[in-house]
């Protein structure tokens, strides 16, 4: 059972380039997100989905998108890098019950955008 | 739409003292609170969380109040150790739902 993994843990991309992150969850978990960090801004909310087949925009979904085929994976794309989008991105997963849940976060990725 | 505030930014106390963090959240409609903890280069990790029928809620050293009408909650450690140095994030949830808005962090220091 390994949670929540994501890949890359690391990247540096030059600006317009394109990338996407992988995020992939084993809990069974309906429910999953997309955040990035910044530094005294907590964590932003980019994109969600509520399960197979749904996305659906966050607080800060500009310059990304989001996929999620399959219910145990969720991609977000960069389409064209901005240096804006230097940030921490986690992903987290949660179940949705009936009763709220807290996250379960993956370990994130770096990246840099030069 | 929802807002979290968190207050300190920053707290430093010595070994076996309390700490308290408090935040305070805007949307009515929110009705669950969770606490993460974040050690330096890791990931958030639930710590305690509460929801609006309960007033209070403790797990050993740590507890979290909720005061519904005033719109505010409180994250509470005790004997505080070293280990419990780590940027700790408040969190409320968006309109009765499982999306969530994060505070923007506390970072504590323990001092032995």
């Known amino acids: 059972n390994a949670g929540v993994t994501q890949t890359p843990k690391f990247r540096v991309l030059k600006t317009g380039q394109s990338m996407t992150l992988l995020c992939a969850q084993d809990?069974?978990?309906?429910?999953m997100y997309w955040y990035r960090q910044d530094p005294g801004m907590g964590l932003r909310l980019i994109h969600y989905?509520?399960?197979?087949?749904?996305?659906a925009k966050g607080e800060v979904p500009d310059g990304y998108n989001v996929s999620r085929l399959k219910k145990q994976n969720f991609l977000l794309g960069l389409e064209s890098a901005a240096p804006s989008q230097t940030s921490v991105y986690f992903c987290?997963?949660?179940?949705?019950?009936?009763?709220?849940?807290?996250?379960?976060f993956g370990s994130g990725t770096r990246l840099t955008v030069v | 739409g929802e807002n979290v505030e968190q207050h300190p930014s920053t707290l430093s106390v010595q070994e076996g003292d309390s700490a308290v963090i408090k935040c305070t959240y805007s949307?009515?409609?929110?009705?669950?609170f969770p606490w993460y903890k974040q050690e330096l280069g890791k990931r958030p990790q639930l710590i305690i969380d509460?929801?609006?029928?309960?007033g209070e809620k403790k797990d050993q050293r740590i507890a979290v109040t909720l005061n519904k009408t005033a719109k505010h909650f409180s994250l509470h450690i005790t004997e505080t150790q070293p280990e419990d140095s780590a940027v700790y994030f408040c969190?409320?949830?968006?309109?009765?739902?499982?999306?969530?808005?994060f505070g923007p962090g506390t970072r504590l220091s323990v001092l032995p």
């Open positions: 987290a997963s949660s179940y949705s019950r009936g009763a709220h849940y807290g996250y379960t």
């Open positions: 809990m069974n978990h309906e429910y």
């Open positions: 989905s509520v399960g197979e087949g749904t996305t």
């Open positions: 949307d009515s409609a929110s009705n669950y």
């Open positions: 509460i929801r609006s029928n309960v």
């Open positions: 969190a409320a949830n968006v309109n009765y739902g499982q999306n969530f808005v």
